[in-house]
Nanobody, 122 residues
Framework: QVRLVETGGGLVHSGGSLTLSCAAS????????MGWYRQAPGRQRELVAS???????NYADSVKGRFTISRDSAMNTVYLRMNSLKPEDTAVYYC????????????????WGQGTQVTVSS
């Protein structure tokens, strides 16, 4: 079982910055992709940014130029640096990771963190 733990959420004024971290643990063999999603009240969960094992990145149009995703593959950790935050960025942010895990045989995993609240005040 692969566990993801997010940290770094909080309350920030409009225009401020936050950095989210997500650490994966367990019998991980390889993490192919990691990403950040968010869900605001009354809205569907949406992709914010993702990064592959080769460090190729993808961003939602709404965050391009403001957010940066990065990963430390050796530490199985992904980060999301959020600059120029806006009130509409307010949401619960979730970390996701997909890959293979196992001690004696490998199986694919698709794991989610518990979520961390980001609130941007105007």
């Amino acid at each position: 079982q692969v566990r993801l733990v997010e940290t770094g959420g909080g309350l920030v004024h409009s225009g401020g910055s936050l950095t989210l971290s997500c650490a994966a643990s367990g019998s991980i063999l390889v993490i192919n992709g990691m990403g950040w999603y968010r869900q605001a009240p009354g809205r569907q969960r949406e992709l914010v940014a993702s990064i592959t094992a080769g460090h190729s990145t993808n961003y939602a149009d709404s965050v391009k130029g403001r957010f940066t995703i990065s990963r430390d593959s050796a530490m199985n950790t992904v980060y999301l640096r959020m600059n120029s935050l806006k009130p509409e960025d307010t949401a619960v942010y979730y970390c996701n990771a997909v890959g293979y895990s196992g001690s004696y045989s490998s199986s694919r995993f698709d794991s989610w963190g518990q979520g961390t609240q980001v609130t941007v005040s105007s």
